[in-house]
């Protein structure tokens, strides 16, 4: 039987839009200590502990209270937005060209367009994440108390801060492994989201449990990758450079650190990932149904509204 999406579905365009916008929002409300952990010890290992919710208390306790697990919170919200604005937008656009062109099997056109969908969404906020990253790092300090980053005041401050230091390539520093772990991550993604839910009508609790499994699993399989990238965004943000490369920075880390440095933060982020893509599904579903609903409200409304105007133009 063949595999109906429920995102690719003959809703208008820009309800996916929409609907992806809220989806990030949403998501990012709930998971920005997480995210902020995760960062944390992808970057410097030493610096928090290897519980959870202990580190997650040493940050607030220390470095003013609880908004400092939402460091970088505005950069991440529009990050967080408008990448699953491009993502769904685009996962929709690729998938019905391919369904409608090509012989392919349902999950390969999973697979491919969210791929495709992710790396657009990836390319098109890049900037959002370094500096999401920049103040992510804020307040770090070496086993000598010496502060490893100046964070940014600001947005604008980072923005003048990396164009001065690198042009405009330093808004996209650590984009290359960027890319490739977002391929198969988002094609995973989106491939188990569609077997799991494998229906043109899904529910908020199924696409948020749906979007969970896979988020998570897909994750698991990328994540060296994913550390990999933010070393490289990280020496461009703080000007102090070790790595070459994403080739030169993945050797070094094995050598020098180990393999499984490559996994630090692995718990927070696969946490930070399940919940996150299972509320980025459910939000993005309630949003898209929602939009459906009120659109075919309007459309009820309007023939009446019509007929009533010709019939009067008619007895005119």
Not at 120 to 131: N, R
Not at 231 to 236: E, K, L, S, T
Request: aromatic share 10%; hydrophobic share 40%; net charge positive.
């Amino acid at each position: 039987m063949a595999m109906r999406s429920s995102i690719a579905d003959d809703s208008p365009h820009w309800h996916k839009v929409v609907a992806g916008a809220v989806a990030g929002g949403g998501a990012r409300l709930f998971t920005a200590p997480l995210d902020l952990l995760r960062i944390r010890r992808q970057l410097f290992p030493s610096t928090t502990s290897s519980n959870m919710f202990t580190s997650l208390y040493n940050i607030a306790s220390t470095e003013g209270g609880v908004h400092a697990l939402f460091r970088g919170n505005v950069a991440a919200t529009y990050l967080w937005m408008g990448y699953t604005a491009v993502q769904f937008s685009m996962y929709d656009y690729t998938a019905h060209f391919l369904s409608s062109t090509t012989t392919i099997s349902p999950t390969t056109v999973a697979f491919v367009s969210g791929a495709n969908a992710g790396v657009c969404a990836t390319l098109a906020t890049y900037p959002l994440d370094i500096c999401r990253t920049a103040f992510a790092a804020q307040g770090l300090k070496s086993s000598s108390s010496t502060t490893l980053y100046s964070s940014p005041r600001s947005m604008a401050d980072f923005a003048r801060k990396i164009h001065g230091q690198l042009g405009w390539k330093g808004f996209f520093a650590g984009s290359g492994p960027a890319v490739v772990q977002i391929i198969p991550y988002m094609g995973l993604n989106f491939m188990g989201y569609e077997l799991l839910v494998n229906s043109s009508i899904a529910t908020v609790g199924v696409s948020g449990g749906a979007g969970a499994i896979s988020g998570g699993l897909s994750k698991i399989v990328v994540y060296p990758l994913d550390t990999v990238k933010k070393r490289m965004q990280v020496q461009a943000v703080s000007g102090q450079y070790q790595y070459r490369n994403m080739m030169d920075c993945f050797i070094k880390i094995v050598k020098t650190e180990g393999v499984k440095t490559l996994y630090n933060g692995l718990v927070p982020s696969v946490a930070k990932n399940t919940i996150g893509t299972g509320l980025s599904f459910a939000f993005f579903t309630l949003a898209k149904n929602s939009l459906a609903k009120l659109d075919s409200a309007t459309t009820t409304d309007a023939p009446s509204g019509c007929k009533t105007e010709t019939t009067k133009n008619d007895n005119t």
